[in-house]
């Protein structure tokens, strides 16, 4: 046999070799690589679930505090609105009393000859519209 043969049968030789190691080495690895994938996934499905079930505690109690704000806030917002109605009516009737007052004042302070609807000479403001004497 020629030095050709050899190095052809060497070459060969070496193809198949590194084709029967690689094809060993798949059989061999790809189970493993398939476990530990598998593995890797179960360990990643867990903390994602755990995090999914944390955020929907979180987001189910937000919802919570924000439905508790808004009644409470619609409260507040009726005290505040029937406070002040309640001080609108209260100064309503003051004024109202102090106007009686005045009108009161006014007949006490009004000669028995003056006539109604003139204005009287007694230093408190007219409730009736101003005329002007000019």
Not at 31 to 36: A, E, K, L, S, V
Not at 49 to 57: E, I, N, Q, S, Y
Not at 73 to 93: C, P, Y
Request: no cysteine; hydrophobic share 45%; proline share 4%.
């Amino acid at each position: 046999m020629t030095p050709q043969v050899w190095i052809i049968i060497a070459v060969a030789a070496a193809l198949g070799g590194a084709a029967l190691g690689a094809w060993v080495t798949f059989r061999v690895l790809t189970p493993r690589y398939t476990q530990r994938l598998n593995r890797h996934m179960q360990a990643y499905q867990q903390q994602h679930g755990g995090t999914m079930d944390k955020l929907r505690a979180a987001h189910t109690k937000a919802r919570l505090e924000i439905e508790q704000q808004r009644a409470v806030m619609q409260r507040q917002i009726a005290a505040a609105v029937a406070e002040q109605k309640a001080t609108a009516m209260r100064l309503e009737e003051r004024l109202k009393a102090a106007y009686a007052e005045l009108d009161r004042l006014r007949d006490h302070a009004t000669p028995l000859s003056a006539k109604p609807g003139e204005k009287g000479k007694h230093g408190f403001a007219s409730t009736l519209p101003f005329e002007s004497d000019l």
